[in-house]
Protein backbone atom coordinates (compact mmCIF):
# COMPACT_ATOMS: atom_id res chain seq x y z
CA UNK A 1 0.00 0.00 0.00
CA UNK A 2 1.49 3.34 -1.12
CA UNK A 3 1.81 5.74 1.59
CA UNK A 4 -0.26 9.20 1.29
CA UNK A 5 -3.42 7.50 -0.16
CA UNK A 6 -6.69 8.67 0.73
CA UNK A 7 -7.88 5.91 3.24
CA UNK A 8 -11.65 5.23 4.05
CA UNK A 9 -11.92 5.31 7.59
CA UNK A 10 -14.92 2.78 7.47
CA UNK A 11 -14.70 -0.28 5.09
CA UNK A 12 -17.90 -3.00 4.77
CA UNK A 13 -17.49 -5.94 2.98
CA UNK A 14 -20.55 -8.60 1.69
CA UNK A 15 -18.29 -11.56 2.05
CA UNK A 16 -20.08 -13.41 -0.69
CA UNK A 17 -18.56 -16.68 -2.65
CA UNK A 18 -17.86 -19.24 0.12
CA UNK A 19 -19.79 -22.47 -1.47
CA UNK A 20 -18.87 -21.23 -4.95
CA UNK A 21 -15.31 -21.34 -3.97
CA UNK A 22 -15.40 -24.96 -2.56
CA UNK A 23 -17.88 -26.31 -5.19
CA UNK A 24 -15.43 -25.12 -7.90
CA UNK A 25 -12.91 -27.13 -6.04
CA UNK A 26 -15.51 -30.35 -5.72
CA UNK A 27 -15.83 -29.51 -2.15
CA UNK A 28 -18.70 -29.57 0.38
CA UNK A 29 -19.97 -25.78 1.44
CA UNK A 30 -18.78 -26.01 4.53
CA UNK A 31 -14.68 -26.06 3.24
CA UNK A 32 -15.66 -22.98 1.28
CA UNK A 33 -17.02 -21.19 4.76
CA UNK A 34 -13.85 -22.56 6.79
CA UNK A 35 -11.58 -20.74 4.16
CA UNK A 36 -13.53 -17.37 4.18
CA UNK A 37 -13.93 -17.72 8.13
CA UNK A 38 -9.67 -17.85 7.81
CA UNK A 39 -9.66 -15.11 5.35
CA UNK A 40 -11.68 -12.76 7.27
CA UNK A 41 -8.91 -12.75 10.00
CA UNK A 42 -6.02 -12.29 7.06
CA UNK A 43 -7.80 -9.27 5.79
CA UNK A 44 -8.76 -7.85 8.94
CA UNK A 45 -4.71 -8.17 10.33
CA UNK A 46 -4.00 -6.18 7.33
CA UNK A 47 -6.73 -3.67 7.30
CA UNK A 48 -5.34 -2.54 11.01
CA UNK A 49 -1.93 -2.65 9.85
CA UNK A 50 -2.64 0.23 7.50
CA UNK A 51 -4.75 2.11 9.30
CA UNK A 52 -8.48 1.51 8.55
CA UNK A 53 -10.47 2.92 11.77
CA UNK A 54 -13.30 0.33 11.03
CA UNK A 55 -14.24 -2.93 9.02
CA UNK A 56 -17.83 -4.46 9.31
CA UNK A 57 -18.27 -7.67 7.43
CA UNK A 58 -21.44 -9.30 6.87
CA UNK A 59 -20.83 -12.47 7.85
CA UNK A 60 -24.66 -14.53 8.48
CA UNK A 61 -27.97 -12.31 7.65
CA UNK A 62 -31.66 -13.08 9.08
CA UNK A 63 -32.01 -14.61 5.71
CA UNK A 64 -29.47 -16.53 5.86
CA UNK A 65 -31.55 -19.09 7.97
CA UNK A 66 -33.66 -20.22 5.08
CA UNK A 67 -30.67 -22.00 3.81
CA UNK A 68 -30.12 -25.93 4.47
CA UNK A 69 -30.10 -27.28 8.25
CA UNK A 70 -26.70 -28.58 7.59
CA UNK A 71 -25.45 -25.62 6.61
CA UNK A 72 -26.52 -23.34 9.01
CA UNK A 73 -26.05 -25.58 11.46
CA UNK A 74 -22.68 -25.57 10.58
CA UNK A 75 -22.16 -22.29 10.56
CA UNK A 76 -23.44 -21.94 14.30
CA UNK A 77 -20.73 -24.17 15.30
CA UNK A 78 -17.71 -23.58 13.26
CA UNK A 79 -17.03 -20.26 14.39
CA UNK A 80 -16.75 -21.33 17.80
CA UNK A 81 -13.42 -23.75 16.93
CA UNK A 82 -12.25 -21.04 14.77
CA UNK A 83 -12.52 -17.87 17.43
CA UNK A 84 -10.44 -20.87 19.73
CA UNK A 85 -7.84 -21.64 16.93
CA UNK A 86 -7.12 -18.17 16.84
CA UNK A 87 -7.56 -17.09 20.19
CA UNK A 88 -3.88 -15.84 20.77
CA UNK A 89 -3.95 -14.25 17.69
CA UNK A 90 -6.75 -12.08 18.69
CA UNK A 91 -5.28 -11.56 22.27
CA UNK A 92 -2.08 -10.28 20.91
CA UNK A 93 -3.51 -7.92 18.21
CA UNK A 94 -5.05 -4.23 18.76
CA UNK A 95 -8.45 -5.24 17.22
CA UNK A 96 -11.58 -4.82 18.88
CA UNK A 97 -14.26 -7.28 18.05
CA UNK A 98 -18.16 -6.64 18.23
CA UNK A 99 -20.86 -8.87 17.30
CA UNK A 100 -23.25 -7.13 15.81
CA UNK A 101 -27.15 -8.76 14.97
CA UNK A 102 -29.66 -10.23 16.94
CA UNK A 103 -28.58 -12.37 19.68
CA UNK A 104 -31.81 -14.14 20.84
CA UNK A 105 -31.98 -16.75 18.04
CA UNK A 106 -28.19 -17.93 18.42
CA UNK A 107 -27.26 -21.04 20.27
CA UNK A 108 -25.58 -20.75 23.57
CA UNK A 109 -22.20 -22.24 22.99
CA UNK A 110 -21.45 -19.95 19.99
CA UNK A 111 -23.60 -16.97 21.79
CA UNK A 112 -21.01 -17.84 25.25
CA UNK A 113 -17.74 -17.92 22.80
CA UNK A 114 -18.86 -14.30 21.12
CA UNK A 115 -19.28 -12.23 24.47
CA UNK A 116 -15.97 -13.92 25.47
CA UNK A 117 -14.11 -12.68 22.36
CA UNK A 118 -15.29 -9.07 22.80
CA UNK A 119 -14.95 -9.26 26.18
CA UNK A 120 -11.17 -10.55 25.83
CA UNK A 121 -10.53 -7.10 23.31
CA UNK A 122 -12.74 -4.60 24.84
CA UNK A 123 -9.82 -2.60 25.93
CA UNK A 124 -8.16 -2.74 22.56
CA UNK A 125 -7.22 0.25 21.03
CA UNK A 126 -6.80 -0.16 17.26
CA UNK A 127 -9.63 -1.24 14.30
CA UNK A 128 -12.61 -1.57 15.43
CA UNK A 129 -13.96 -5.25 13.65
CA UNK A 130 -18.07 -5.40 13.39
CA UNK A 131 -18.94 -9.32 12.74
CA UNK A 132 -22.60 -8.68 11.49
CA UNK A 133 -24.46 -11.84 12.42
CA UNK A 134 -27.99 -12.77 12.51
CA UNK A 135 -28.21 -9.06 11.15
CA UNK A 136 -30.36 -7.63 8.52
CA UNK A 137 -30.77 -3.96 7.70
CA UNK A 138 -34.75 -3.77 8.16
CA UNK A 139 -34.39 -5.45 11.53
CA UNK A 140 -31.73 -2.72 12.25
CA UNK A 141 -33.79 0.28 11.14
CA UNK A 142 -36.86 -1.18 12.82
CA UNK A 143 -35.06 -1.03 15.90
CA UNK A 144 -33.81 1.99 15.28
CA UNK A 145 -37.15 3.74 15.10
CA UNK A 146 -38.88 1.44 17.85
CA UNK A 147 -36.20 3.21 20.24
CA UNK A 148 -35.95 6.32 19.37
CA UNK A 149 -37.71 9.11 21.20
CA UNK A 150 -38.24 11.05 18.01
CA UNK A 151 -38.21 10.63 14.53
CA UNK A 152 -34.80 12.49 13.66
CA UNK A 153 -32.04 11.60 11.62
CA UNK A 154 -29.80 11.64 14.35
CA UNK A 155 -32.18 9.97 17.00
CA UNK A 156 -32.30 7.20 14.45
CA UNK A 157 -28.26 7.35 13.80
CA UNK A 158 -27.75 7.02 17.37
CA UNK A 159 -30.03 3.66 18.13
CA UNK A 160 -28.72 1.69 14.98
CA UNK A 161 -26.43 -1.15 16.47
CA UNK A 162 -23.90 0.70 13.82
CA UNK A 163 -24.05 4.30 13.17
CA UNK A 164 -20.62 4.61 12.21
CA UNK A 165 -21.47 5.81 8.36
CA UNK A 166 -19.45 3.44 5.34
CA UNK A 167 -17.12 5.31 3.07
CA UNK A 168 -16.51 1.84 1.34
CA UNK A 169 -18.95 -0.87 0.63
CA UNK A 170 -16.92 -4.10 -0.94
CA UNK A 171 -19.00 -6.79 -2.59
CA UNK A 172 -17.17 -9.78 -3.65
CA UNK A 173 -18.63 -12.84 -5.82
CA UNK A 174 -19.52 -11.10 -8.96
CA UNK A 175 -23.38 -10.29 -7.51
CA UNK A 176 -24.77 -5.88 -8.11
CA UNK A 177 -26.83 -5.92 -4.83
CA UNK A 178 -26.68 -4.71 -1.20
CA UNK A 179 -28.67 -7.77 0.53
CA UNK A 180 -29.98 -5.60 2.77
CA UNK A 181 -26.78 -4.62 4.66
CA UNK A 182 -26.52 -1.39 6.45
CA UNK A 183 -28.61 0.82 4.32
CA UNK A 184 -28.88 3.58 6.30
CA UNK A 185 -25.18 3.81 7.13
CA UNK A 186 -23.81 3.54 2.99
CA UNK A 187 -26.39 6.50 1.59
CA UNK A 188 -23.23 8.15 0.56
CA UNK A 189 -20.71 5.13 0.61
CA UNK A 190 -18.87 4.55 -2.32
CA UNK A 191 -19.45 1.40 -3.90
CA UNK A 192 -17.26 -1.45 -5.48
CA UNK A 193 -18.33 -4.63 -6.79
CA UNK A 194 -15.45 -7.73 -7.72
CA UNK A 195 -15.87 -11.16 -9.42
CA UNK A 196 -13.79 -12.61 -7.09
CA UNK A 197 -15.17 -14.77 -4.50
CA UNK A 198 -14.30 -13.81 -0.71
CA UNK A 199 -12.43 -16.71 0.12
CA UNK A 200 -9.62 -15.61 -2.23
CA UNK A 201 -10.05 -11.77 -1.78
CA UNK A 202 -6.50 -11.07 -0.33
CA UNK A 203 -4.49 -8.11 0.12
CA UNK A 204 -3.71 -7.73 -3.44
CA UNK A 205 -7.29 -7.02 -4.41
CA UNK A 206 -8.46 -4.73 -1.41
CA UNK A 207 -5.64 -2.53 -2.42
CA UNK A 208 -7.31 -2.34 -6.09
CA UNK A 209 -10.37 -1.54 -3.86
CA UNK A 210 -9.05 1.12 -2.08
CA UNK A 211 -6.98 2.87 -5.16
CA UNK A 212 -10.04 2.66 -6.89
CA UNK A 213 -11.57 4.43 -4.06
CA UNK A 214 -9.05 6.95 -3.65
CA UNK A 215 -9.47 8.25 -7.13
CA UNK A 216 -13.32 8.88 -6.94
CA UNK A 217 -14.76 12.42 -5.84
CA UNK A 218 -17.36 12.38 -3.03
CA UNK A 219 -19.56 14.94 -2.98
CA UNK A 220 -22.17 14.02 -0.57
CA UNK A 221 -24.38 16.12 -2.42
CA UNK A 222 -22.57 18.90 -3.18
CA UNK A 223 -20.77 20.01 -6.48
Known amino acids: MKKNINLPKHIAIILDGNGRYAKRRGLPRSFGHYRGGM ?18 VYAFSTENWKRPED ?32 RDRIPKSLLETIEMLEDLTKDHEGMILNICFDYGSYDELLRAVQLSKEITCDE ?48 RHLNKALKVYSKRHRRFGGL
Request: no cysteine; aromatic share 12%.
Open 156 to 203: ITSNLMIPTPVDLLIRTGGEYRLSNFMLWQISYAELYFTKVLWPAFNQ
Open 71 to 102: EVKFLMSKPIEMIHDNLEKFKSSTIKVLFKGR
Open 39 to 56: NLVDIASYTNKIGIQMLT
